[in-house]
């Protein structure tokens, strides 16, 4: 792969992440932290290691009052969560009954290429069996109406999540609700003594906008014609949803809690604090990244998360009085997305959780000079087809091209640069970041991640070792508007 120049980039100055316009609600939106915080429900195996999953359109009542259809995994928004252990396998099988053909992607897993869900591998839609769209052999028609995806989950506990990623319509796919967690633990992560049980919220953060009948509004697809403003930056709703909850409210006791968040929004970028009714600033003191446990807590007083990035934060309520509220906001929103959800102090407790100050030894240490090479890769906006797109080193997707061929075992730099904010995502590999506009890492690029978010004009230096399995991987912008308009290549392991 060729590299190419960054003078463009490198001149852009920097720009406030939230670029594209944000969509405006019609729905009448309840007042913030009313609704109270839903906990996804836990899905129950089928039989040891097994799981089944139907994809299938559904309706919600998230505002208060009003359906929203949906398309869920298993009728719900976010889908139901999966709770692994460390290197025990699990199959999940999709079974498809939306409108649509899909695809299944274990973010942050570390997955066999067939199971990783290439957009082009399909789990056809019931519909396909009337269409008869080339299927002559009713027996291709019917396997393909369900998948097995088997996740051999021999990888570092963490917060993982699956979600659509169909080719050229993943973004508007995860919009309509295709989104859930999936939860990896190892006894040596639940022997730290971190807060647990009703202590360890699972937090799903993602934006959406809302038509006066409570449907979902989208704007216009890239193939049809008055492709919008609102799309070509990456799709911003105006309504704030936590576990699929609007602002919502949590009762808490005057203990640490552990959060564990996922940034599931399309295109928008937080930068989340906690603060009390009094204005005090509590400290996010961050235990885990994408992949799982850092070397050492990291405290911060905000926490800047990219769309797919997850955080594993520790909050300590112990100090607000009984009564009193703590409310998570973003600092980087505007009037009503400033908010993000609250908690309230409802009683004193005890709390014989701890932070200790080691929580892990086995991340990876790779070195720059373990490197076997060094590869470069520009995100950018581009014109593609005489359309706009988001490309990676000037070329918008191609599933028939190869664009990264590695070895397996090998270590590789990567250095990345944009010129807006792009979160860009690598699969099946863990990496650490190397480097940030030059300088050390951030606080907050701490640990074994799986996605990075380079800032505008800003070059990243991450390292990582290809190694588990081969095949046909990829890597990708996961602004999911930008996946869509190209921003993705293939990443090849033989
Ligand atoms: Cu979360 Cu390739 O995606
Ligand atoms: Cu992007």
């Given at each position: 792969?060729?590299?190419?120049?960054?003078?463009?980039?490198?001149?852009?100055?920097?720009?406030?992440?939230?670029?594209?316009?944000?969509?405006?609600s019609?729905a009448p939106l309840p007042p913030p932290f009313q609704v109270p915080?839903?906990?996804?429900?836990?899905?129950?195996?089928?039989?040891?290691?097994?799981?089944?999953?139907?994809?299938?359109?559904?309706?919600?009542?998230i505002l208060p009052g009003?359906?929203?259809?949906?398309?869920?995994?298993?009728?719900?928004?976010?889908?139901?969560?999966?709770?692994?252990?460390?290197?025990?396998?699990?199959?999940?099988?999709?079974?498809?009954?939306?409108?649509?053909?899909?695809?299944?992607?274990?973010?942050?897993?570390?997955?066999?290429?067939?199971?990783?869900?290439?957009?082009?591998?399909?789990?056809?839609?019931?519909?396909?069996?009337?269409?008869?769209?080339?299927?002559?052999?009713?027996?291709?028609?019917?396997?393909?109406?369900?998948?097995?995806?088997?996740?051999?989950?021999?990888?570092?506990?963490?917060?993982?999540?699956?979600?659509?990623?169909?080719?050229?319509?993943?973004?508007?796919?995860?919009?309509?609700?295709?989104?859930?967690?999936?939860?990896?633990?190892?006894?040596?992560?639940?022997?730290?003594?971190?807060?647990?049980?009703?202590?360890?919220?699972?937090?799903?953060?993602?934006?959406?906008?809302?038509?006066?009948?409570?449907?979902?509004?989208?704007?216009?697809?890239?193939?049809?014609?008055?492709?919008?403003?609102?799309?070509?930056?990456?799709?911003?709703?105006d309504v704030i949803l936590?576990?699929?909850a609007p602002w919502p409210v949590?009762?808490?006791?005057?203990?640490?809690?552990?959060?564990?968040?996922?940034?599931?929004?399309?295109?928008?970028?937080?930068?989340?604090?906690?603060?009390?009714?009094?204005?005090?600033?509590?400290?996010?003191?961050?235990?885990?990244?994408?992949?799982?446990?850092?070397?050492?807590?990291?405290?911060?007083?905000?926490?800047?998360?990219?769309?797919?990035?997850?955080?594993?934060?520790?909050?300590?309520?112990?100090?607000?009085?009984?009564?009193?509220r703590?409310l998570?906001?973003?600092?980087?929103?505007?009037g009503r997305t400033r908010d993000v959800m609250a908690?309230r102090?409802?009683?004193?407790?005890?709390?014989?959780?701890?932070?200790?100050?080691?929580?892990?030894?086995?991340?990876?240490?790779?070195?720059?000079?373990?490197?076997?090479?060094?590869?470069?890769?520009?995100?950018?906006?581009?014109?593609?087809?005489?359309?706009?797109?988001?490309?990676?080193?000037?070329?918008?997707?191609?599933?028939?091209?190869?664009?990264?061929?590695?070895?397996?075992?090998?270590?590789?730099?990567?250095?990345?640069?944009?010129?807006?904010?792009?979160?860009?995502?690598?699969?099946?590999?863990?990496?650490?970041?190397?480097?940030?506009?030059?300088?050390?890492?951030?606080?907050?690029?701490?640990?074994?991640?799986?996605?990075?978010?380079?800032?505008?004009?800003?070059?990243?230096?991450?390292?990582?070792?290809?190694?588990?399995?081969?095949?046909?991987?990829?890597?990708?912008?996961?602004?999911?508007?930008?996946?869509?308009?190209?921003?993705?290549?293939?990443?090849?392991?033989?």
């Amino acid at each position: 792969v060729a590299a190419t120049g960054l003078s463009t980039a490198a001149a852009l100055a920097r720009r406030p992440p939230v670029t594209g316009a944000e969509l405006r609600s019609a729905a009448p939106l309840p007042p913030p932290f009313q609704v109270p915080l839903p906990i996804p429900p836990v899905l129950r195996p089928a039989g040891p290691g097994r799981y089944e999953i139907t994809q299938r359109e559904a309706s919600a009542e998230i505002l208060p009052g009003l359906r929203t259809p949906l398309w869920t995994y298993e009728g719900t928004f976010p889908g139901p969560t999966i709770e692994s252990r460390r290197g025990h396998p699990v199959t999940v099988t999709h079974r498809n009954e939306l409108p649509v053909p899909t695809v299944v992607h274990l973010h942050g897993g570390r997955t066999p290429a067939d199971s990783d869900g290439y957009p082009t591998d399909l789990v056809l839609p019931r519909s396909t069996m009337h269409t008869g769209h080339a299927m002559h052999d009713p027996r291709a028609v019917v396997t393909e109406l369900t998948r097995d995806y088997t996740f051999p989950l021999d990888q570092r506990p963490a917060l993982l999540w699956y979600h659509d990623h169909r080719m050229d319509y993943t973004a508007p796919a995860i919009w309509r609700g295709l989104a859930g967690l999936h939860i990896v633990r190892d006894d040596a992560e639940e022997s730290l003594g971190l807060p647990a049980g009703s202590r360890e919220l699972p937090l799903m953060i993602a934006d959406r906008a809302f038509a006066a009948d409570g449907s979902l509004i989208y704007p216009a697809l890239p193939d049809r014609p008055g492709v919008t403003e609102e799309y070509l930056a990456g799709v911003l709703g105006d309504v704030i949803l936590v576990n699929g909850a609007p602002w919502p409210v949590h009762e808490v006791d005057a203990a640490r809690y552990r959060l564990r968040v996922l940034n599931a929004s399309n295109a928008r970028h937080y930068e989340l604090e906690a603060v009390t009714d009094n204005g005090r600033r509590l400290d996010l003191v961050q235990v885990g990244a994408d992949q799982g446990l850092l070397a050492a807590p990291v405290t911060h007083s905000a926490l800047p998360v990219a769309p797919a990035e997850r955080y594993d934060v520790i909050v300590d309520f112990a100090g607000v009085p009984v009564g009193g509220r703590v409310l998570i906001r973003n600092r980087l929103g505007v009037g009503r997305t400033r908010d993000v959800m609250a908690f309230r102090v409802v009683r004193r407790a005890t709390d014989d959780s701890r932070i200790p100050g080691v929580l892990s030894a086995d991340l990876p240490a790779w070195q720059r000079s373990d490197a076997a090479r060094v590869r470069e890769f520009a995100f950018r906006a581009g014109r593609t087809h005489g359309r706009h797109g988001w490309l990676i080193g000037g070329l918008p997707f191609d599933p028939a091209r190869s664009d990264v061929v590695t070895e397996l075992g090998d270590v590789e730099v990567w250095r990345l640069v944009a010129d807006v904010h792009h979160p860009v995502h690598l699969h099946l590999a863990g990496f650490r970041v190397l480097s940030r506009g030059g300088r050390p890492p951030l606080p907050h690029d701490a640990g074994l991640k799986d996605t990075v978010s380079l800032r505008p004009g800003e070059s990243v230096e991450i390292i990582t070792r290809f190694d588990g399995y081969r095949g046909r991987y990829l890597f990708h912008c996961h602004n999911a508007e930008h996946e869509d308009m190209g921003m993705m290549a293939n990443l090849e392991i033989i």
